[in-house]
């Protein structure tokens, strides 16, 4: 199959006989045409496809989105890999973008990753298959997959998708407000020190392992770094529980503009531009919204169970 | 360098943050050894930059001593990375050595270490940097 850009499919399936029957023919096609694969789903997922490709499974390459983690941001810089290493050659991959989406904030930055990926991709050959659990996901999610993919596949039909969006603002929007009353902190460049503190006693308190504090406080740093570089010297930071979640916000007076923030590889060569980067390597979700307003980045990470009274 | 170490220890404890310093001494003549003590971020990298940019333009090796370093953010990477590609660009030497796991972990997210510039001790950041060791 003769590609041109960047094909972004959605396959909707339910059960695994329709995963096998809607990925099967876009693996085969792909060995068939000497395409490299890459396929980063769950080990589950790619089980299934193993077992069927018998030892053709050795002309794959599969990557353990269990052990990349559940933050959708870390998706991009994976593809851009394998794109990147086949120098400008087609390429086909299979992802499970909502695969450990649990919360409805997760699946809403699955869903901005999707959209993110048309807008990374603009100039890239290849064709990337995303499929969709439908027993699981809501019919919310459905309707956005048909937003953010060009092509849709169901039951053995590929239709383009009439709401397709691929020029959509994956910044825009604001987050929903606190569910619990927040710890709220004003901070410019000398108080950078106090904000680690407040962040580190709010994750010891929620019963987080040693690693996982020094994670969650590095990145709350680097938030707060931002704003006091780009967001007008300073802004406020709000921390919080909800659920079996700890949460921490900054927000600033600042714009950011390049919608791939946090997502792009930082050079060794470069000064600058680490922070986000940071962020989605250290959180399991991160939430970035960005207009004329201002910019807000929102932090989750999982609380041990029973650490709050 | 007698006195105790952070590497290996928390992450991040509150308890063991400490002012920023930053300290230099020559090991020989060309060879600079920098010790980061405290938190480094945003607010005083300014200060590291200055004594980085010296020993960059003054020395043919230079090492930067993070045992000591609790707590470093990007802006801290970013100007050991700036003086490292500026003495990169006249064939000289920069490496960090000793780095607590918190730090250890922001270098290697942001590259450091698969780039080499990362050793577990002074002495082993020299026998790999200092052509005269």
């Not at chain 1, 407040?198 to 704003?227: M, Q, W, Y």
């Not at chain 2, 290697?108 to 050793?119: E, I, K």
Request: hydrophobic share 40%; net charge negative; aromatic share 6%.
């Amino acid at each position: 199959m003769k590609q041109r850009g960047f094909q972004h499919q959605a396959l909707i399936y339910e059960g695994s006989d329709e995963y096998l029957a809607g990925t099967m023919p876009f693996v085969r096609e792909a060995l068939a045409a000497g395409d490299p694969l890459l396929i980063a789903v769950g080990e589950a997922r790619a089980e299934l496809i193993a077992d069927e490709l018998g030892p053709d499974a050795g002309r794959v390459l599969f990557v353990d989105m269990d052990r990349v983690g559940g933050n959708p941001a870390l998706a991009i810089p994976l593809w851009r890999d394998f794109v990147d290493d086949h120098g400008g050659r087609p390429v086909r991959g299979i992802g499970e973008p909502a695969w450990a989406a649990h919360s409805g904030a997760a699946l809403e930055e699955c869903h901005r990753h999707e959209c993110l990926l048309n807008h990374a991709f603009r100039a890239s050959s290849w064709h990337l298959l995303c499929a969709y659990d439908a027993e699981t996901l809501d019919d919310g999610t459905m309707a956005r997959v048909a937003r953010s993919h060009e092509l849709i596949s169901r039951q053995g039909r590929t239709a383009r998708s009439a709401r397709f969006e691929p020029d959509a603002d994956c910044l825009a929007g604001e987050l929903p407000p606190p569910r619990s009353r927040p710890e709220v902190f004003a901070f410019g460049l000398t108080e950078l020190g106090e904000v680690r503190r407040l962040v580190a006693v709010a994750a010891e308190r929620s019963g987080l392992a040693p690693r996982a504090v020094a994670d969650f406080v590095t990145a709350a740093s680097e938030l707060a770094a931002n704003s006091v570089a780009h967001g007008g010297g300073g802004g406020t930071l709000r921390l919080w529980t909800e659920g079996d979640e700890l949460l921490v916000e900054v927000e600033d007076r600042g714009l950011i503009e390049e919608p791939l923030v946090g997502r792009l590889r930082p050079e060794i060569s470069q000064e600058g531009g680490r922070g986000l980067w940071l962020a989605n390597q250290l959180c399991d979700l991160v939430q970035i919204r960005s207009g004329r307003g201002g910019t807000t980045v929102r932090l989750h990470v999982p609380a041990r169970d029973g650490a709050f009274v | 360098m007698g006195r105790p170490a952070l590497a290996g220890a928390a992450y991040y404890d509150p308890a063991l943050m400490q002012r920023f310093n930053v300290t230099a001494s020559d090991l020989r003549p060309g060879c600079r050894d920098i010790q980061v003590e405290g938190e480094l971020d945003l607010a005083v990298a300014s200060q590291l930059d200055e004594v980085l940019s010296a020993a960059a333009s003054e020395c043919s090796c230079v090492l930067v001593g993070l045992d000591r370093c609790a707590f470093s953010d990007s802006s801290g990477i970013a100007v050991i990375l700036r003086a490292h590609n500026r003495m990169q660009e006249q064939g000289r030497r920069l490496g960090v050595y000793g780095p607590s796991a918190q730090v250890l972990r922001v270098l290697s997210m942001t590259g450091l270490t698969a780039n080499g510039l990362v050793f577990d001790s002074a002495e082993a950041a020299l026998a790999a940097l200092d052509p005269e060791s």
